[in-house]
Protein backbone atom coordinates (compact mmCIF):
# COMPACT_ATOMS: atom_id res chain seq x y z
CA UNK A 1 0.00 0.00 0.00
CA UNK A 2 1.63 3.37 -1.07
CA UNK A 3 2.65 4.86 2.41
CA UNK A 4 3.17 8.58 0.98
CA UNK A 5 3.29 11.67 3.32
CA UNK A 6 3.94 14.93 2.81
CA UNK A 7 6.29 15.49 5.55
CA UNK A 8 8.02 12.76 7.24
CA UNK A 9 9.51 13.98 10.78
CA UNK A 10 12.16 11.60 12.25
CA UNK A 11 12.39 11.17 16.46
CA UNK A 12 9.89 12.36 18.59
CA UNK A 13 12.11 14.12 21.29
CA UNK A 14 11.52 17.90 21.99
CA UNK A 15 12.58 19.01 17.82
CA UNK A 16 10.07 16.20 16.16
CA UNK A 17 7.15 16.73 18.98
CA UNK A 18 7.53 20.59 18.83
CA UNK A 19 7.41 20.11 14.55
CA UNK A 20 4.43 18.40 15.06
CA UNK A 21 2.35 20.33 17.30
CA UNK A 22 3.07 23.23 15.17
CA UNK A 23 2.28 21.91 11.99
CA UNK A 24 -1.19 20.68 13.66
CA UNK A 25 -1.53 24.23 14.60
CA UNK A 26 -1.08 25.39 11.46
CA UNK A 27 -3.87 23.01 9.98
CA UNK A 28 -0.77 21.00 8.54
CA UNK A 29 -2.09 17.08 8.98
CA UNK A 30 -0.46 15.07 6.08
CA UNK A 31 2.71 14.19 8.14
CA UNK A 32 3.81 11.20 9.98
CA UNK A 33 6.64 10.84 12.75
CA UNK A 34 9.15 8.02 12.57
CA UNK A 35 10.11 7.41 16.09
CA UNK A 36 12.51 4.05 17.00
CA UNK A 37 11.60 4.08 20.62
CA UNK A 38 8.15 3.19 21.72
CA UNK A 39 7.23 6.44 23.24
CA UNK A 40 7.35 9.81 22.79
CA UNK A 41 10.54 12.26 24.87
CA UNK A 42 13.74 11.09 22.51
CA UNK A 43 16.71 12.01 25.30
CA UNK A 44 13.92 12.37 27.74
CA UNK A 45 12.55 9.10 27.31
CA UNK A 46 16.03 7.16 26.53
CA UNK A 47 18.42 8.62 29.79
CA UNK A 48 16.79 7.49 32.85
CA UNK A 49 19.65 7.23 34.99
CA UNK A 50 19.45 7.94 38.65
CA UNK A 51 19.60 11.68 39.63
CA UNK A 52 18.69 12.35 35.69
CA UNK A 53 17.43 15.92 34.95
CA UNK A 54 17.74 19.03 33.21
CA UNK A 55 20.40 21.81 34.58
CA UNK A 56 18.35 24.10 32.94
CA UNK A 57 15.68 25.71 34.48
CA UNK A 58 12.05 24.23 33.20
CA UNK A 59 10.42 27.17 33.02
CA UNK A 60 13.16 27.94 30.08
CA UNK A 61 13.34 24.10 29.61
CA UNK A 62 9.77 23.80 27.58
CA UNK A 63 7.91 24.57 24.74
CA UNK A 64 6.90 28.48 24.53
CA UNK A 65 3.52 27.28 23.06
CA UNK A 66 3.07 25.07 25.57
CA UNK A 67 3.62 26.28 29.29
CA UNK A 68 3.61 24.30 32.15
CA UNK A 69 2.18 25.74 35.31
CA UNK A 70 2.64 22.82 37.76
CA UNK A 71 6.33 22.32 37.39
CA UNK A 72 7.39 20.56 40.59
CA UNK A 73 10.94 22.50 41.15
CA UNK A 74 12.98 25.01 38.93
CA UNK A 75 14.69 22.02 37.90
CA UNK A 76 12.78 19.78 36.73
CA UNK A 77 13.70 15.98 37.00
CA UNK A 78 13.94 13.60 34.32
CA UNK A 79 10.03 11.84 34.94
CA UNK A 80 8.38 15.02 35.08
CA UNK A 81 9.84 16.63 32.06
CA UNK A 82 9.40 13.04 29.93
CA UNK A 83 5.94 13.53 31.22
CA UNK A 84 5.49 17.37 30.20
CA UNK A 85 6.37 15.86 26.47
CA UNK A 86 4.00 12.83 26.86
CA UNK A 87 1.58 15.40 28.06
CA UNK A 88 2.10 18.02 25.12
CA UNK A 89 1.99 14.80 22.59
CA UNK A 90 -1.40 13.51 23.58
CA UNK A 91 -3.30 17.02 24.31
CA UNK A 92 -1.68 18.38 21.11
CA UNK A 93 -3.20 15.58 19.18
CA UNK A 94 0.03 14.04 17.71
CA UNK A 95 0.03 11.14 19.49
CA UNK A 96 -2.10 9.74 15.90
CA UNK A 97 0.91 10.77 13.90
CA UNK A 98 3.27 8.82 15.54
CA UNK A 99 4.63 5.53 14.34
CA UNK A 100 6.64 3.90 17.18
CA UNK A 101 9.29 1.14 17.27
CA UNK A 102 10.11 2.86 13.64
CA UNK A 103 13.74 2.92 12.95
CA UNK A 104 14.78 5.08 9.72
CA UNK A 105 17.69 2.68 8.17
CA UNK A 106 17.68 4.88 5.21
CA UNK A 107 16.32 7.97 3.30
CA UNK A 108 17.77 9.22 0.01
CA UNK A 109 16.27 11.98 -2.57
CA UNK A 110 14.43 10.61 -5.71
CA UNK A 111 14.96 14.02 -7.72
CA UNK A 112 12.30 12.49 -10.71
CA UNK A 113 9.80 12.12 -8.21
CA UNK A 114 10.83 14.83 -5.96
CA UNK A 115 10.34 12.75 -2.81
CA UNK A 116 12.42 11.24 -0.14
CA UNK A 117 12.25 7.54 -0.51
CA UNK A 118 12.51 6.34 3.57
CA UNK A 119 13.44 2.46 4.26
CA UNK A 120 12.20 1.93 7.85
CA UNK A 121 12.08 -1.09 10.29
CA UNK A 122 8.59 -0.92 8.94
CA UNK A 123 8.57 -0.75 5.45
CA UNK A 124 8.90 2.10 2.61
CA UNK A 125 7.56 5.18 3.51
CA UNK A 126 7.84 8.74 1.19
CA UNK A 127 7.63 12.14 1.79
CA UNK A 128 7.61 15.21 -0.06
CA UNK A 129 9.41 16.70 3.24
CA UNK A 130 11.85 15.18 5.68
CA UNK A 131 12.19 16.76 9.13
CA UNK A 132 15.19 14.77 10.87
CA UNK A 133 14.59 15.64 14.74
CA UNK A 134 17.10 12.97 15.97
CA UNK A 135 18.86 15.05 18.01
CA UNK A 136 22.96 15.24 18.81
CA UNK A 137 22.57 13.19 21.89
CA UNK A 138 21.04 9.89 20.53
CA UNK A 139 24.11 7.93 20.48
CA UNK A 140 25.46 6.81 23.41
CA UNK A 141 29.46 6.92 23.22
CA UNK A 142 31.36 3.68 24.34
CA UNK A 143 35.25 5.15 25.21
CA UNK A 144 37.80 2.97 22.36
CA UNK A 145 39.28 0.89 25.00
CA UNK A 146 40.30 -3.09 24.92
CA UNK A 147 38.55 -5.54 26.95
CA UNK A 148 34.97 -4.09 26.89
CA UNK A 149 33.54 -7.13 26.19
CA UNK A 150 35.47 -9.71 28.41
CA UNK A 151 34.18 -8.10 31.53
CA UNK A 152 32.00 -10.30 33.55
CA UNK A 153 30.01 -8.15 35.38
CA UNK A 154 27.59 -5.67 34.42
CA UNK A 155 28.21 -2.68 31.90
CA UNK A 156 25.99 -0.59 30.45
CA UNK A 157 26.16 3.25 29.09
CA UNK A 158 24.68 6.16 31.15
CA UNK A 159 22.09 6.51 28.64
CA UNK A 160 20.70 2.68 28.81
CA UNK A 161 20.42 2.13 32.46
CA UNK A 162 19.97 -1.37 33.10
CA UNK A 163 17.06 -1.05 35.61
CA UNK A 164 17.13 -4.78 36.18
CA UNK A 165 20.52 -4.41 37.29
CA UNK A 166 20.53 -3.87 41.69
CA UNK A 167 23.49 -1.98 42.24
CA UNK A 168 22.45 -2.49 46.29
CA UNK A 169 25.58 -3.30 48.00
CA UNK A 170 27.93 -3.56 44.24
CA UNK A 171 30.77 -2.21 44.18
CA UNK A 172 30.66 0.26 40.80
CA UNK A 173 32.73 2.60 38.69
CA UNK A 174 31.56 5.57 37.03
CA UNK A 175 33.72 6.59 34.02
CA UNK A 176 33.51 9.92 33.32
CA UNK A 177 32.75 13.45 34.80
CA UNK A 178 30.39 15.24 32.78
CA UNK A 179 26.87 16.37 33.23
CA UNK A 180 25.69 13.08 33.75
CA UNK A 181 28.00 11.48 36.02
CA UNK A 182 27.64 14.30 37.88
CA UNK A 183 23.85 13.63 38.40
CA UNK A 184 24.19 9.90 38.55
CA UNK A 185 27.45 9.80 41.69
CA UNK A 186 25.24 11.73 44.11
CA UNK A 187 22.44 9.97 43.29
CA UNK A 188 23.57 6.26 43.74
CA UNK A 189 26.50 6.87 46.04
CA UNK A 190 24.50 5.80 49.44
CA UNK A 191 23.39 2.81 47.50
CA UNK A 192 26.24 1.15 46.65
CA UNK A 193 29.03 -0.37 48.53
CA UNK A 194 31.53 1.04 46.72
CA UNK A 195 32.26 3.85 44.51
CA UNK A 196 34.95 4.29 42.22
CA UNK A 197 34.85 7.30 39.90
CA UNK A 198 37.47 7.68 36.83
CA UNK A 199 38.12 11.25 35.92
CA UNK A 200 39.91 12.09 32.99
CA UNK A 201 39.34 15.74 33.27
CA UNK A 202 37.77 17.74 35.58
CA UNK A 203 34.88 19.64 35.24
CA UNK A 204 33.92 23.06 36.48
CA UNK A 205 31.51 23.31 38.67
CA UNK A 206 29.42 25.95 39.99
CA UNK A 207 26.60 26.31 42.62
CA UNK A 208 22.88 25.65 41.68
CA UNK A 209 21.69 28.34 43.90
CA UNK A 210 17.81 28.39 42.11
CA UNK A 211 17.07 24.91 42.78
CA UNK A 212 14.31 24.80 44.88
CA UNK A 213 10.99 23.35 44.76
CA UNK A 214 8.16 25.46 43.76
CA UNK A 215 5.28 26.41 45.92
CA UNK A 216 1.67 25.55 45.84
CA UNK A 217 1.29 29.39 46.13
CA UNK A 218 3.19 29.89 42.71
CA UNK A 219 1.87 27.05 41.37
CA UNK A 220 -1.50 27.96 41.54
CA UNK A 221 -1.00 31.69 40.22
CA UNK A 222 0.85 29.73 37.07
CA UNK A 223 -2.32 28.11 36.66
CA UNK A 224 -4.63 31.54 37.30
CA UNK A 225 -2.93 33.42 35.16
CA UNK A 226 -0.83 31.09 32.91
CA UNK A 227 1.77 34.35 31.40
CA UNK A 228 2.63 34.73 34.52
CA UNK A 229 5.30 31.55 33.87
CA UNK A 230 7.00 34.31 31.40
CA UNK A 231 8.47 35.96 34.13
CA UNK A 232 10.80 33.72 35.70
CA UNK A 233 11.02 32.30 31.69
CA UNK A 234 12.32 35.55 30.66
CA UNK A 235 14.49 36.18 33.96
CA UNK A 236 16.62 32.67 33.36
CA UNK A 237 16.62 33.70 29.55
CA UNK A 238 18.36 36.99 30.52
CA UNK A 239 20.63 35.38 32.66
CA UNK A 240 22.01 32.65 30.87
CA UNK A 241 22.18 35.01 27.91
CA UNK A 242 24.59 37.20 29.55
CA UNK A 243 26.72 34.51 30.07
CA UNK A 244 27.41 34.60 26.23
CA UNK A 245 29.16 37.89 26.53
CA UNK A 246 32.42 35.83 28.40
CA UNK A 247 31.68 32.39 26.04
CA UNK A 248 31.61 34.09 22.92
CA UNK A 249 32.69 37.47 22.88
CA UNK A 250 35.41 38.41 25.43
CA UNK A 251 36.58 34.84 26.88
CA UNK A 252 38.63 37.95 29.70
CA UNK A 253 34.80 38.01 31.46
CA UNK A 254 34.68 33.89 32.05
CA UNK A 255 37.04 35.02 35.28
CA UNK A 256 33.92 35.80 37.07
CA UNK A 257 32.32 32.39 36.47
CA UNK A 258 35.83 31.16 37.01
CA UNK A 259 36.17 32.81 40.81
CA UNK A 260 32.51 31.78 41.69
CA UNK A 261 33.57 27.93 40.93
CA UNK A 262 36.53 28.11 42.69
CA UNK A 263 35.06 29.44 45.93
CA UNK A 264 32.21 26.66 45.45
CA UNK A 265 35.30 24.28 45.03
CA UNK A 266 37.29 25.72 47.99
CA UNK A 267 33.86 26.04 50.49
CA UNK A 268 33.28 22.72 50.02
CA UNK A 269 36.38 20.47 49.63
CA UNK A 270 38.34 20.85 52.49
CA UNK A 271 41.45 18.30 51.83
CA UNK A 272 44.11 20.39 49.92
CA UNK A 273 44.99 17.12 47.68
CA UNK A 274 41.13 16.31 46.61
CA UNK A 275 40.88 19.93 45.96
CA UNK A 276 43.81 19.99 43.38
CA UNK A 277 42.62 16.94 41.95
CA UNK A 278 39.42 18.50 40.80
CA UNK A 279 40.60 22.32 39.86
CA UNK A 280 40.54 22.24 35.94
CA UNK A 281 43.20 23.59 34.29
CA UNK A 282 41.60 25.16 31.72
CA UNK A 283 39.03 27.92 31.40
CA UNK A 284 35.61 27.45 32.07
CA UNK A 285 33.03 27.38 29.68
CA UNK A 286 35.62 25.48 27.41
CA UNK A 287 33.60 22.33 28.49
CA UNK A 288 29.74 22.62 29.40
CA UNK A 289 29.75 24.51 33.12
CA UNK A 290 28.09 21.90 35.50
CA UNK A 291 25.56 23.47 38.14
CA UNK A 292 25.98 21.19 41.51
CA UNK A 293 25.84 21.40 45.08
CA UNK A 294 26.14 17.17 45.67
CA UNK A 295 29.12 16.60 43.03
CA UNK A 296 31.51 17.65 45.71
CA UNK A 297 30.14 16.58 48.52
CA UNK A 298 29.68 12.86 46.76
CA UNK A 299 33.05 12.24 46.16
CA UNK A 300 33.89 12.60 49.72
CA UNK A 301 31.84 9.90 51.02
CA UNK A 302 34.13 7.31 52.68
CA UNK A 303 32.57 4.89 50.42
CA UNK A 304 33.92 7.04 47.12
CA UNK A 305 37.04 7.04 45.51
CA UNK A 306 37.92 9.80 42.87
CA UNK A 307 40.55 8.30 40.61
CA UNK A 308 42.17 11.40 38.81
CA UNK A 309 42.59 9.00 35.38
CA UNK A 310 41.52 7.94 32.29
CA UNK A 311 40.55 4.25 31.95
CA UNK A 312 42.86 2.47 28.98
CA UNK A 313 41.68 -1.10 29.19
CA UNK A 314 38.58 -3.40 30.89
CA UNK A 315 39.08 -6.54 32.13
CA UNK A 316 37.06 -9.75 33.17
CA UNK A 317 37.44 -8.22 37.03
CA UNK A 318 37.22 -4.85 36.36
CA UNK A 319 39.09 -1.62 34.96
CA UNK A 320 42.68 -0.47 34.23
CA UNK A 321 43.31 3.28 35.14
CA UNK A 322 46.05 5.29 32.77
CA UNK A 323 48.39 5.03 35.66
CA UNK A 324 48.01 1.07 34.96
CA UNK A 325 46.20 0.77 38.60
CA UNK A 326 43.86 -2.17 38.44
CA UNK A 327 40.04 -1.52 39.87
CA UNK A 328 38.00 -4.57 40.83
CA UNK A 329 34.54 -3.46 40.82
CA UNK A 330 30.30 -5.58 40.03
CA UNK A 331 29.02 -3.08 37.61
CA UNK A 332 30.56 -0.47 34.90
CA UNK A 333 28.68 3.08 34.20
CA UNK A 334 30.52 4.44 31.03
CA UNK A 335 28.65 8.04 31.33
CA UNK A 336 31.07 8.55 28.17
CA UNK A 337 28.98 10.80 26.17
CA UNK A 338 27.55 10.50 22.70
CA UNK A 339 27.99 10.28 19.20
CA UNK A 340 27.96 14.02 18.22
CA UNK A 341 29.66 15.77 15.26
CA UNK A 342 30.06 11.99 13.89
CA UNK A 343 26.37 11.10 14.67
CA UNK A 344 24.63 7.73 12.49
CA UNK A 345 22.26 10.15 10.45
CA UNK A 346 25.52 10.82 7.63
CA UNK A 347 25.68 7.12 7.01
CA UNK A 348 21.99 7.05 6.47
CA UNK A 349 20.90 10.21 4.20
CA UNK A 350 21.76 10.17 0.63
CA UNK A 351 20.91 13.44 -1.17
CA UNK A 352 20.87 14.52 -4.98
CA UNK A 353 22.87 11.63 -7.12
CA UNK A 354 22.87 9.41 -4.54
CA UNK A 355 25.67 11.00 -2.02
CA UNK A 356 25.86 10.25 1.42
CA UNK A 357 25.53 13.20 3.75
CA UNK A 358 28.68 11.95 5.81
CA UNK A 359 31.04 11.86 2.47
CA UNK A 360 29.78 16.03 1.77
CA UNK A 361 30.46 16.10 5.57
CA UNK A 362 33.91 14.17 5.96
CA UNK A 363 34.20 15.09 9.65
CA UNK A 364 32.86 18.34 9.77
CA UNK A 365 29.21 18.97 9.91
CA UNK A 366 27.96 22.26 7.98
CA UNK A 367 24.38 23.12 7.37
CA UNK A 368 22.91 26.54 6.56
CA UNK A 369 21.36 27.65 10.07
CA UNK A 370 21.68 24.31 11.44
CA UNK A 371 18.67 23.52 8.94
CA UNK A 372 19.67 22.75 5.51
CA UNK A 373 22.38 21.10 3.41
CA UNK A 374 23.03 21.97 -0.24
CA UNK A 375 22.83 18.41 -2.32
CA UNK A 376 19.73 17.52 0.24
CA UNK A 377 17.03 19.23 -1.28
CA UNK A 378 13.19 19.06 1.14
CA UNK A 379 15.69 18.27 4.30
CA UNK A 380 15.69 20.03 7.68
CA UNK A 381 17.53 19.28 10.47
CA UNK A 382 16.55 20.25 13.84
CA UNK A 383 19.48 21.33 15.76
CA UNK A 384 21.90 20.25 13.16
CA UNK A 385 25.50 21.55 12.84
CA UNK A 386 26.37 24.61 15.06
CA UNK A 387 23.11 25.08 16.75
CA UNK A 388 24.12 23.40 20.04
CA UNK A 389 23.94 25.78 23.46
CA UNK A 390 26.39 25.42 26.73
CA UNK A 391 24.84 27.73 28.31
CA UNK A 392 20.96 28.00 27.83
CA UNK A 393 17.76 25.77 26.54
CA UNK A 394 17.88 23.83 23.06
CA UNK A 395 14.52 24.31 23.29
CA UNK A 396 14.19 27.59 22.31
CA UNK A 397 17.09 26.45 19.80
CA UNK A 398 14.54 24.09 18.07
CA UNK A 399 11.79 26.33 18.08
CA UNK A 400 13.33 29.27 16.44
CA UNK A 401 14.14 26.44 13.71
CA UNK A 402 10.44 25.05 13.51
CA UNK A 403 9.53 28.23 12.39
CA UNK A 404 12.11 28.49 9.90
CA UNK A 405 10.72 24.84 8.17
CA UNK A 406 7.06 26.66 8.70
CA UNK A 407 7.58 29.54 6.78
CA UNK A 408 9.46 27.30 4.43
CA UNK A 409 6.21 25.12 3.79
CA UNK A 410 4.57 28.08 3.34
CA UNK A 411 6.43 29.59 0.88
CA UNK A 412 6.67 26.22 -0.93
CA UNK A 413 2.82 25.76 -1.21
CA UNK A 414 2.26 29.76 -2.40
CA UNK A 415 5.01 29.38 -5.43
CA UNK A 416 4.32 25.46 -5.80
CA UNK A 417 7.71 24.57 -5.47
CA UNK A 418 8.31 21.05 -5.75
CA UNK A 419 11.36 21.39 -4.50
CA UNK A 420 14.05 23.98 -2.29
CA UNK A 421 17.61 23.08 -1.61
CA UNK A 422 19.78 25.60 -0.45
CA UNK A 423 22.98 27.25 -2.52
CA UNK A 424 26.48 26.06 -1.84
CA UNK A 425 27.96 29.30 -1.84
CA UNK A 426 25.20 30.80 0.05
CA UNK A 427 25.87 27.41 3.08
CA UNK A 428 30.11 28.28 2.33
CA UNK A 429 29.61 32.11 3.49
CA UNK A 430 27.23 31.16 6.52
CA UNK A 431 30.08 28.55 7.34
CA UNK A 432 32.82 30.96 7.04
CA UNK A 433 30.95 33.30 9.25
CA UNK A 434 30.56 31.37 12.23
CA UNK A 435 34.10 29.79 11.55
CA UNK A 436 35.56 33.48 11.53
CA UNK A 437 33.81 33.77 15.13
CA UNK A 438 35.36 30.67 16.65
CA UNK A 439 38.68 31.62 17.34
CA UNK A 440 38.06 34.15 19.93
CA UNK A 441 35.67 31.85 22.03
CA UNK A 442 36.04 29.96 25.06
CA UNK A 443 35.08 26.59 23.53
CA UNK A 444 38.60 27.31 21.12
CA UNK A 445 40.80 27.94 24.29
CA UNK A 446 42.47 24.55 24.14
CA UNK A 447 40.46 22.40 25.79
CA UNK A 448 39.28 18.70 24.52
CA UNK A 449 35.35 19.06 24.23
CA UNK A 450 32.66 17.03 22.03
CA UNK A 451 31.91 20.09 20.95
CA UNK A 452 35.46 19.94 18.76
CA UNK A 453 34.95 17.53 15.68
CA UNK A 454 37.75 15.46 13.89
CA UNK A 455 38.94 18.19 12.01
CA UNK A 456 39.20 20.70 14.58
CA UNK A 457 36.77 22.81 13.99
CA UNK A 458 33.93 23.91 16.60
CA UNK A 459 30.98 21.95 14.15
CA UNK A 460 28.30 22.40 17.46
CA UNK A 461 27.86 25.61 19.10
CA UNK A 462 25.84 28.21 17.86
CA UNK A 463 28.58 31.07 18.75
CA UNK A 464 26.80 34.11 19.54
CA UNK A 465 23.75 35.40 21.25
CA UNK A 466 20.74 33.17 20.74
CA UNK A 467 18.22 35.68 19.59
CA UNK A 468 20.30 36.42 16.96
CA UNK A 469 20.07 32.83 15.77
CA UNK A 470 16.02 33.67 16.29
CA UNK A 471 16.14 36.72 14.00
CA UNK A 472 18.72 35.03 11.10
CA UNK A 473 15.56 32.31 11.26
CA UNK A 474 12.49 33.89 11.66
CA UNK A 475 11.82 34.23 7.61
CA UNK A 476 12.39 31.46 5.00
CA UNK A 477 14.91 33.26 2.54
CA UNK A 478 14.05 31.63 -0.34
CA UNK A 479 16.33 33.59 -2.09
CA UNK A 480 19.30 31.91 -1.01
CA UNK A 481 17.57 28.65 -2.23
CA UNK A 482 17.45 26.68 -5.40
CA UNK A 483 13.92 25.70 -6.38
CA UNK A 484 12.29 23.73 -8.75
CA UNK A 485 8.64 23.50 -9.59
CA UNK A 486 8.81 20.60 -12.01
CA UNK A 487 5.59 18.67 -11.74
CA UNK A 488 7.22 15.31 -10.52
CA UNK A 489 6.31 12.27 -11.51
CA UNK A 490 3.97 10.22 -10.08
CA UNK A 491 5.21 8.23 -6.67
CA UNK A 492 4.81 4.30 -7.46
CA UNK A 493 3.68 2.44 -5.16
CA UNK A 494 6.12 1.29 -2.42
CA UNK A 495 6.62 -2.28 -2.35
P1 LIG B 1 30.24 14.13 28.13
O1 LIG B 1 29.99 15.50 28.57
O2 LIG B 1 30.70 13.90 26.73
O3 LIG B 1 31.23 13.50 29.16
C1 LIG B 1 31.88 12.30 28.91
C2 LIG B 1 32.84 12.04 30.02
O4 LIG B 1 33.46 10.78 29.80
C3 LIG B 1 33.96 13.08 30.11
O5 LIG B 1 34.20 13.37 31.45
C4 LIG B 1 35.13 12.34 29.46
O6 LIG B 1 36.39 12.80 29.90
C5 LIG B 1 34.86 10.96 29.97
N1 LIG B 1 35.58 9.89 29.25
C6 LIG B 1 35.47 9.53 27.96
N2 LIG B 1 36.32 8.52 27.69
C7 LIG B 1 36.97 8.23 28.85
C8 LIG B 1 37.97 7.32 29.24
N3 LIG B 1 38.50 6.44 28.37
N4 LIG B 1 38.39 7.33 30.52
C9 LIG B 1 37.87 8.19 31.42
N5 LIG B 1 36.94 9.10 31.11
C10 LIG B 1 36.50 9.11 29.85
O7 LIG B 1 28.93 13.19 28.29
P2 LIG B 1 27.66 13.38 29.25
O8 LIG B 1 28.06 13.62 30.63
O9 LIG B 1 26.74 12.25 28.96
O10 LIG B 1 27.02 14.71 28.71
C11 LIG B 1 26.82 14.91 27.32
C12 LIG B 1 25.93 16.09 27.09
O11 LIG B 1 24.60 15.71 27.38
C13 LIG B 1 26.17 17.28 28.00
O12 LIG B 1 27.25 18.06 27.66
C14 LIG B 1 24.86 17.99 27.88
O13 LIG B 1 24.78 18.70 26.68
C15 LIG B 1 23.91 16.82 27.85
N6 LIG B 1 23.42 16.56 29.21
C16 LIG B 1 22.68 17.53 29.76
C17 LIG B 1 22.21 17.38 31.03
C18 LIG B 1 21.42 18.48 31.61
O14 LIG B 1 21.27 18.54 32.81
N7 LIG B 1 20.87 19.37 30.79
C19 LIG B 1 22.49 16.23 31.76
C20 LIG B 1 23.24 15.24 31.16
C21 LIG B 1 23.71 15.40 29.88
P3 LIG B 1 37.12 14.04 29.18
O15 LIG B 1 36.43 15.27 29.71
O16 LIG B 1 38.53 13.93 29.59
O17 LIG B 1 36.91 13.87 27.70
Not at 43 to 65: E, I, K, M, R
Not at 394 to 415: F, G, K, N, T, W
Request: aromatic fraction near 8%; glycine fraction near 8%; hydrophobic fraction near 40%.
Amino acid sequence: MRDHHRIAIIGAGFSGLGMAIRLKQQGIHDFVVLERADDVGGTWQANTYPGCGCDVPSHLYSFSFAPNPNWSRTYSLQPEIWEYMRDCSRRYGVEPHIRFRCEVEEAAWDEDAQVWRIETSQGPVTANVVVAGMGPLAEPKLPDIPGIETFKGRAFHSARWDHDHDITGKRVAVVGTGASAIQIVPAIQPRVAKLKVFQRTPPWIVPRRTDREITELEKRLYRAFPALTKIPRAVTYVARELLVLGLAKDPRLMKIPEAVALRHLRRQVRDPELRRKLTPDYSIGCKRILPSDDWYPALQQPNVELVDQGVKAVTETGLVAADGSEHEVDTIVFATGFHVTDMPIGQKVRGRGGVLLDDVWRGSPQAYLGATVAGFPNMFTLIGPNTGLGHSSMVYMIESQIRYVLDALRVMDERGLTSVEVRQDVQDAYNAELQAKMPKTVWMSGCASWYIDANGRNTTIWPDFTFRFRKRTARFDIEHYEVSTKVPEPVPAAA
